[in-house]
């Protein structure tokens, strides 16, 4: 067959094997349990350099029903042996490469406790547990080894029943070399040193009964901060070389213990608090029960904390010390109810930490996340046909999770919605819970019927999308409001509030109403013209709003609207403009606003206008007090291509510098993008600046990828070869593909680019093959040569999210591949078989069923 015959072939039969294998996600449900596990122990030794462990798991249970087998999860296992912890007899078992299915000889007797022991070995797991060292290509990289357990990875590298609605207690009895720190999840028992003085075991036991994805296990070199909390020991592991940032990242800990502890009236619940920062982790926090897991980014200088915080990551994770630890979702159709409750976390330290404007600048930013996040509008909160547990991990369970919550507690009241809160978490401590019970026990509480709210925003898609138009009728002294539900389907039922403003010295007035329709019309009384008309001034309504009003209402409201809700409102509606006055208008907000998140929003209106006098005002911003008014300015000044006087300004502002690393990164970036041949000196330069999550490298290799210079494909390569920082490398392959989509290249320089992306595919970490990935999904038909090594990551690759990224990029380049017509035929002949083999089927069963006694046969 002619080679190119042969390749139309392999594409035909790649899209019928796609066609063949599509089947329907099934619908979901919480696992089923034969037993009641009681208690897992484990005593490992940890060969950090081999990259491996080994030892024995006692596992206790009570069956809860009569069963002669039990199957534990346990992935790649090498299973020496399992035995009656009280006999000391073998038990008969197999081990599948998933599970250790262990054959007991008779069925064991309903509720008594049984233990049993899993000799076994794990070496480099392909999840679950992280090992790192130093190489030839990664000298500096720290010996470490940490674990990461959600959704379902920690069934890698100890035996469990690995689901969220099997609670146990857990210790962990770790043999490392003297000089290594292990953390795990309890109180610390023990550390005692070996006879051969060169190990140490540490001895960590959780007492209170928690999940298996929540067991943790941390071993490296640290400094260990330490303080107390009511008794509590609180701890901080952190890199050597950051013992002096500390204080500064994590100093607000104790605070936010006592603040939740009063907010949820539930005092935090478990032993001890530690928080670990590790090498290149996989997530940004774990809430490991009594010992979170963050990722390096987590640490900040002082320069980093001009205009960034890590408060709001150690706010969710230490929330889900509650909302996920204490009280953990059934299944993972309800991980709302961990993900929710931890965002609202973030927001509620921010309103007790930094004011009401930085709050409700949060909670539209949230909103926005809520909105306009993967799935939101094709897949409700609550989804029982999830793809995998991975696939409920997005703005559906974060921001939109946080966002219910909000508004319930805006519906109920402060006072009702925390107590009912706290009546949820003391009724389902150390318990699991699903959605039904979380309204239940909120009914219980306020005695308010909440069937309709909940069915609304947890079991439907989407959100409310309004046209909400107001005008004053001065005859009848009333204010006409018609309200409009445009998405489609069914009206969500809401109350809305509107405020009415004059300039008189009266009081404003606030008037709700209960929308149930798609479209309404009512009327509010007013004995003048109101100065300002706002639409939920509370910002307690999740919803897409649409304002029509005259634009008089709107400049008042621009200028001196009572919230930074209200002004950043108009000022989105004023980046609809492009009337002269409106301009004015926008470059009076930036400059004189009080709020610096009102001016960012100004500046990037002004971006979107466009026009000298936009470009004038962006220019004069880069001189703001407040850094994050400066990045916001910087990054509007981007769009303004081919603007001498603004590159002109970029570049003066880059040469003096700035205070903040983000500001400086902006000022990078957006000197590339208003450029349409950038120099690449500066982006070179900029790679020698070490930084806060290496923002400013990072911005340097966007730019590099943008950039035409033959040198710039050199660099790129460099940097995205194994021995520069993860999160270099990652933008490094990303800015290659748009390099190679956009430069004059050779054709030999291009294989030698593509040889690079196709390296990256099979060495570090999850993000970098996820950015090879990536990557290769972007340069199309040009990837071509990588598709066998995509279909095997989209196979066996062991993080759930690298499988998709492949999946994904597989079906993106088919789909620029040109295909045969033969295929066309193929998939006629392919549906014919289909149709014939149901009736078949359905032919033999019907054959099989009168052939079956149904007194004696089974079918």
Same mark, same amino acid.
């Given at each position: 067959?002619? /080679?190119?015959?042969?390749?139309?072939?392999?594409?035909?039969?790649?899209?019928?094997?796609?066609?063949?294998?599509?089947?329907?996600?099934?619908?979901?449900?919480?696992?089923?349990?034969?037993?009641?596990?009681?208690?897992?122990?484990?005593?490992? &030794?940890?060969?950090?350099?081999?990259? $491996?462990?080994?030892?024995?798991?006692?596992?206790?249970?009570?069956?809860? +029903?009569?069963?002669?087998?039990?199957?534990?999860?346990?992935?790649?296992?090498?299973?020496?042996?399992?035995?009656?912890? $009280?006999?000391?007899?073998?038990?008969?078992?197999?081990?599948?490469?998933?599970?250790?299915?262990?054959?007991?000889?008779?069925?064991?007797?309903?509720?008594?406790?049984?233990?049993?022991?899993?000799?076994?070995?794990?070496?480099?797991?392909?999840?679950?547990?992280?090992?790192?060292?130093?190489?030839?290509?990664?000298?500096?990289?720290?010996?470490?080894?940490?674990?990461?357990? &959600?959704?379902?990875?920690?069934?890698?590298?100890?035996?469990?029943?690995?689901?969220?609605?099997?609670?146990?207690?857990?210790?962990?009895?770790?043999?490392?070399?003297?000089?290594?720190?292990?953390?795990?999840?309890?109180?610390?028992?023990?550390?005692?040193?070996?006879?051969?003085?060169?190990?140490?075991?540490?001895?960590?036991?959780?007492?209170?009964?928690?999940?298996?994805?929540?067991?943790?296990?941390?071993?490296?070199?640290?400094?260990?901060?330490?303080?107390?909390?009511?008794?509590?020991?609180?701890?901080?592991?952190?890199?050597?070389?950051?013992?002096?940032?500390?204080?500064?990242?994590?100093?607000?800990?104790?605070?936010?213990?006592?603040?939740?502890?009063?907010?949820?009236?539930?005092?935090?619940?478990?032993?001890?608090?530690?928080?670990?920062?590790?090498?290149?982790?996989?997530?940004?926090?774990?809430?490991?029960?009594?010992?979170?897991?963050?990722?390096?980014?987590?640490?900040?200088?002082?320069?980093?904390?001009?205009?960034?915080?890590?408060?709001?990551?150690?706010?969710?994770?230490?929330?889900?010390?509650?909302?996920?630890?204490?009280?953990? #979702?059934?299944?993972?159709?309800?991980?709302?109810?961990?993900?929710?409750?931890?965002?609202? #976390?973030?927001?509620?330290?921010?309103?007790?930490?930094?004011?009401?404007?930085?709050?409700?600048?949060?909670?539209?930013?949230?909103?926005?996340?809520?909105?306009?996040?993967?799935?939101?509008?094709?897949?409700?909160?609550?989804?029982?046909?999830?793809?995998?547990?991975?696939?409920?991990?997005?703005?559906?369970?974060?921001?939109?999770?946080?966002?219910?919550?909000?508004?319930?507690?805006?519906?109920?009241?402060?006072?009702?919605?925390?107590?009912?809160?706290?009546?949820?978490?003391?009724?389902? +401590?150390?318990?699991?819970?699903?959605?039904?019970?979380?309204?239940?026990?909120?009914? +219980?509480?306020?005695?308010?019927?909440?069937?309709?709210?909940?069915?609304?925003?947890?079991?439907?898609?989407?959100?409310?999308?309004?046209?909400?138009?107001?005008?004053?009728?001065?005859?009848?002294? /009333?204010?006409?409001?018609?309200?409009?539900?445009?998405?489609?389907?069914?009206?969500?039922?809401?109350?809305?509030?509107?405020?009415?403003?004059?300039?008189?010295?009266?009081?404003?007035?606030?008037?709700?109403?209960?929308?149930? &329709?798609?479209?309404?019309?009512?009327?509010?009384?007013?004995?003048?013209?109101?100065?300002?008309?706002?639409?939920?001034?509370?910002?307690?309504?999740?919803?897409?709003?649409?304002?029509?009003?005259?634009?008089?209402?709107?400049?008042?409201?621009?200028?001196?609207?009572?919230?930074?809700?209200?002004?950043?409102?108009?000022?989105?509606?004023?980046?609809?403009?492009?009337?002269?006055?409106?301009?004015?208008?926008?470059?009076?907000?930036?400059?004189?606003?009080?709020?610096?998140?009102? +001016?960012?929003?100004?500046?990037?209106?002004?971006?979107?206008?466009?026009?000298?006098?936009?470009?004038?005002?962006?220019?004069?911003?880069?001189?703001?007090?407040?850094?994050?008014?400066?990045?916001?300015?910087?990054?509007? /000044?981007?769009?303004?291509?081919?603007?001498?006087?603004?590159?002109?300004?970029?570049? $003066?502002?880059?040469?003096?510098?700035?205070?903040?690393?983000?500001?400086?990164?902006?000022?990078?970036?957006?000197?590339?993008?208003?450029?349409?041949?950038?120099?690449?000196?500066?982006?070179?330069?900029?790679?020698?600046?070490?930084?806060?999550?290496?923002?400013?490298?990072?911005?340097?290799?966007?730019?590099?990828?943008?950039?035409?210079?033959?040198?710039?494909?050199?660099?790129?390569?460099?940097?995205?070869?194994?021995? $520069?920082?993860?999160? #270099?490398?990652?933008?490094?392959?990303?800015?290659?593909?748009?390099?190679?989509?956009?430069?004059?290249?050779?054709?030999?320089?291009?294989?030698?680019?593509?040889?690079?992306?196709?390296?990256?595919?099979?060495?570090?970490?999850?993000?970098?093959?996820?950015?090879?990935?990536?990557?290769?999904?972007?340069?199309?038909?040009?990837?071509?040569?990588?598709?066998?090594? /995509?279909?095997?990551?989209?196979?066996?690759?062991?993080?759930?999210?690298?499988?998709?990224?492949?999946?994904?990029?597989?079906?993106?380049?088919?789909?620029?591949?040109?295909?045969?017509?033969?295929?066309?035929?193929?998939?006629?002949?392919?549906?014919?078989?289909?149709?014939?083999?149901?009736?078949?089927?359905?032919?033999?069963?019907?054959?099989?069923?009168?052939?079956?006694?149904?007194?004696?046969?089974?079918?």
């Amino acid at each position: 067959m002619p /080679l190119a015959r042969q390749g139309s072939l392999w594409v035909i039969l790649v899209v019928v094997g796609t066609i063949v294998g599509e089947e329907k996600t099934p619908y979901r449900t919480a696992a089923d349990r034969p037993i009641d596990v009681k208690h897992i122990r484990l005593d490992l &030794e940890v060969f950090l350099e081999d990259r $491996k462990i080994a030892g024995d798991a006692t596992i206790t249970f009570a069956p809860l +029903r009569s069963v002669r087998s039990v199957r534990f999860d346990a992935v790649d296992h090498v299973v020496e042996s399992v035995r009656d912890a $009280k006999t000391k007899k073998d038990l008969s078992f197999e081990n599948t490469g998933k599970q250790i299915v262990v054959d007991f000889g008779e069925p064991l007797p309903v509720g008594e406790e049984f233990s049993l022991i899993i000799d076994y070995a794990v070496r480099e797991p392909k999840a679950g547990l992280y090992f790192f060292g130093p190489s030839e290509k990664e000298p500096d990289e720290p010996l470490m080894v940490w674990s990461q357990g &959600e959704p379902i990875s920690n069934r890698h590298w100890f035996p469990s029943l690995d689901h969220p609605n099997e609670r146990q207690t857990t210790e962990i009895l770790a043999t490392v070399p003297e000089g290594i720190e292990v953390l795990s999840n309890g109180r610390l028992v023990s550390r005692d040193k070996l006879g051969d003085k060169r190990r140490v075991r540490y001895h960590w036991k959780q007492s209170k009964p928690h999940v298996a994805y929540l067991v943790t296990l941390v071993a490296g070199r640290f400094n260990v901060g330490r303080t107390q909390w009511r008794g509590i020991p609180v701890t901080f592991y952190v890199p050597p070389d950051r013992q002096a940032d500390i204080e500064r990242t994590f100093g607000r800990t104790t605070k936010m213990l006592d603040f939740f502890s009063e907010r949820f009236g539930i005092d935090y619940p478990w032993e001890k608090y530690a928080q670990v920062v590790v090498h290149d982790f996989i997530a940004g926090g774990m809430e490991n029960t009594s010992a979170t897991t963050l990722y390096d980014r987590v640490m900040h200088d002082e320069r980093a904390m001009l205009d960034s915080s890590p408060d709001w990551l150690i706010a969710h994770e230490l929330g889900h010390q509650w909302w996920g630890d204490l009280v953990t #979702c059934k299944d993972w159709s309800h991980l709302w109810l961990n993900e929710g409750f931890a965002t609202l #976390c973030e927001l509620l330290w921010s309103e007790e930490a930094e004011g009401q404007d930085e709050y409700l600048y949060s909670l539209l930013r949230k909103s926005r996340a809520a909105r306009g996040g993967g799935g939101v509008k094709t897949r409700p909160i609550v989804d029982r046909h999830y793809r995998n547990p991975r696939s409920m991990f997005d703005a559906r369970a974060y921001p939109k999770g946080a966002w219910v919550l909000h508004m319930l507690r805006h519906l109920l009241g402060d006072d009702a919605f925390f107590e009912a809160v706290a009546s949820y978490g003391n009724e389902y +401590r150390y318990r699991t819970a699903e959605t039904a019970d979380f309204r239940r026990s909120l009914e +219980r509480s306020t005695g308010r019927s909440l069937e309709r709210f909940f069915y609304d925003w947890t079991q439907r898609p989407g959100h409310p999308e309004l046209e909400v138009e107001s005008k004053y009728l001065p005859e009848d002294r /009333l204010v006409q409001v018609d309200v409009k539900q445009t998405q489609e389907g069914e009206p969500f039922q809401f109350p809305l509030t509107f405020e009415l403003r004059t300039d008189s010295s009266d009081a404003s007035r606030r008037l709700t109403h209960q929308i149930t &329709e798609k479209e309404v019309r009512f009327f509010l009384p007013a004995a003048k013209a109101p100065t300002m008309i706002l639409v939920d001034p509370d910002v307690a309504l999740l919803a897409d709003l649409k304002e029509i009003k005259s634009n008089d209402l709107w400049k008042k409201q621009a200028l001196e609207g009572p919230s930074v809700v209200d002004r950043i409102r108009a000022v989105e509606h004023f980046a609809e403009s492009k009337s002269p006055a409106d301009v004015e208008l926008l470059t009076e907000v930036l400059k004189n606003d009080s709020f610096q998140g009102v +001016r960012s929003e100004a500046a990037a209106a002004l971006a979107k206008v466009g026009g000298e006098t936009a470009s004038e005002a962006l220019i004069a911003a880069l001189e703001d007090d407040h850094p994050k008014v400066r990045r916001s300015a910087a990054k509007a /000044l981007g769009d303004f291509v081919g603007n001498d006087e603004v590159v002109a300004a970029l570049s $003066k502002a880059m040469k003096k510098g700035d205070k903040s690393y983000f500001v400086e990164a902006e000022l990078l970036e957006a000197f590339v993008n208003c450029q349409r041949f950038p120099e690449i000196r500066p982006l070179t330069d900029a790679l020698g600046k070490t930084s806060h999550g290496e923002v400013i490298r990072r911005a340097a290799l966007r730019g590099l990828g943008k950039s035409r210079d033959p040198i710039a494909l050199d660099v790129l390569l460099e940097w995205s070869s194994q021995g $520069k920082p993860n999160r #270099c490398r990652v933008e490094a392959l990303r800015a290659l593909a748009n390099y190679l989509r956009h430069a004059d290249i050779e054709e030999k320089e291009k294989k030698l680019a593509l040889d690079a992306i196709a390296g990256a595919l099979n060495e570090g970490g999850p993000r970098v093959r996820g950015a090879a990935i990536e990557t290769l999904r972007d340069l199309g038909r040009e990837s071509r040569p990588a598709l066998p090594v /995509l279909a095997s990551l989209a196979k066996q690759d062991p993080d759930t999210r690298v499988r998709e990224l492949a999946e994904k990029s597989l079906a993106k380049i088919k789909a620029e591949t040109p295909v045969p017509v033969e295929l066309g035929e193929l998939q006629e002949e392919l549906e014919k078989l289909r149709k014939g083999n149901k009736l078949l089927t359905e032919r033999l069963e019907k054959l099989e069923s009168k052939s079956l006694d149904p007194l004696t046969e089974t079918k």
